[in-house]
């Protein structure tokens, strides 16, 4: 079955970048969505295919997608980025999530 | 505004049977595929399964772990999606999240429900 890895945590001060990687055969390929989750919230889509921001996300989250990984690159991060997030694609009709990154904003 | 609310979660034993609900509204239903994604305690989001429009002619899909267990089907007269979850196994436990699917080249969940805790245990 197909799998995407991601770091299990990534830490960023405050106004720096954040950049959290999700890996996967081919993964170019493919579609890539994510979405955040905050303690005790549900989760929210901030990229969907590959590097498009449905509307209400700030400008300052983008995405990237090429070769074997795709990133989720936050700009001058800010307290309110800090959360879970998770990458996930499609393969053969399955969604398959990655098991998601905590990002801590020190 | 879209909504989703789930409903039907609770304690039940294992190998019995129990059914979500999710309810929707803000939107034509009937215009879209249907998914639930469930979140055990402390872990990952795992997929489920979804259910597409009747215009893709209403067919699912499902995770293996579910596989030949749950069922998802939608009743589009009272903007309903439904889980459908037999045999019910302690690793079942889980909050389960209902998403409303874009479906485009690769579909994506655009909208999520406040999710409903199933609790599979003796």
């Known amino acids: 079955s197909y799998e995407l890895t991601q770091p299990p945590s990534v830490s960023v001060s405050p106004g720096q970048t954040a950049s959290i990687t999700c890996s996967g055969d081919?993964?170019?390929?493919?579609?890539v969505c994510w979405y955040q989750q905050k303690p005790g919230q549900s989760p929210v889509l901030v990229i969907f295919?590959?590097?498009k921001r449905p509307s209400g996300i700030p400008e300052r989250f983008s995405g990237s997608n090429s070769g074997n990984t795709a990133t989720l690159t936050i700009s001058g991060t800010q307290a309110m980025d800090e959360a879970d997030y998770y990458c996930?694609?499609?393969?053969?009709?399955?969604?398959?999530f990655g098991g998601g990154t905590k990002l801590t904003v020190l | 505004e879209v909504q989703l609310v789930e409903s039907g979660g609770g304690l039940v034993q294992p190998g019995r049977s129990l059914r979500l609900s999710c309810t929707a509204s803000?939107?034509?239903?009937?215009?879209?595929?249907m998914s639930w994604v469930r979140q055990a305690p402390g872990r990952g989001l795992e997929w489920v399964g979804f259910i597409r429009s009747k215009a893709y002619g209403g067919t699912t899909e499902y995770a293996a772990s579910v596989r030949g267990r749950f069922t998802i089907s939608r009743d589009d007269s009272k903007s309903i999606a439904y889980l459908q979850m037999n045999s019910l196994k302690t690793e079942d436990t889980a909050v389960y999240y209902c998403?409303?699917?874009?479906?485009?080249?690769?579909?994506?969940?655009?909208?999520w429900g406040q999710g409903t805790l199933v609790t599979v245990s003796s």
């Open positions: 996930q694609a499609w393969d053969s009709s399955t969604a398959v």
């Open positions: 998403t409303r699917v874009v479906i485009v080249v690769d579909p994506y969940f655009d909208y």
């Open positions: 295919q590959d590097s």
């Open positions: 081919n993964l170019g390929d493919k579609y």
């Open positions: 803000g939107f034509t239903f009937g215009d879209y595929a």
